[in-house]
């Protein structure tokens, strides 16, 4: 089992910056790929971004390219998403996921979910 909890979501004017995080509890963080999602209100949840569990290998949604940055620290049990630019298009509750031998941007893949922090981009 592995529990998620999410931190760093706030208010912040278009053109601003966050950084998200997600802890994870047990002692295999560091065999899961992790992935962050997002979903606003009246939309699906959205693939954002994922990272191998070295750390080695991301990916990222086009809209996100360039402003994102995930990265993880397996010592701390760790995953970070670096938002900067943001865009009010880019407001959300953003979830970070954990998954064993999974890389894809599907959600149902994906078999931890953490609970959720919110991103208000104002324009």
């Known amino acids: 089992q592995v529990q998620l909890v999410e931190s760093g979501g706030g208010l912040v004017q278009a053109g601003g910056s966050l950084r998200l995080s997600c802890t994870a509890s047990?002692?295999?963080?560091?065999?899961?790929?992790m992935a962050w999602f997002r979903q606003a209100p009246g939309k699906e949840r959205e693939f954002v971004s994922r990272?191998?569990?070295?750390?080695?290998?991301?990916v990222y949604v086009d809209s996100v390219k360039g402003r994102f940055t995930i990265s993880r620290d397996n010592a701390k049990n760790t995953v970070y998403l670096e938002m900067k630019s943001l865009k009010p298009e880019d407001t959300a509750v953003y979830y970070c996921?954990?998954?064993?031998?999974?890389?894809?941007?599907?959600?149902?893949?994906?078999?931890?979910w953490g609970q959720g922090t919110q991103v208000t981009v104002s324009a």
């Open positions: 047990g002692r295999t963080f560091s065999s899961y790929i």
């Open positions: 996921a954990a998954g064993n031998n999974v890389w894809s941007s599907r959600a149902t893949r994906y078999d931890y």
């Open positions: 990272i191998s569990a070295s750390g080695g290998s991301t």
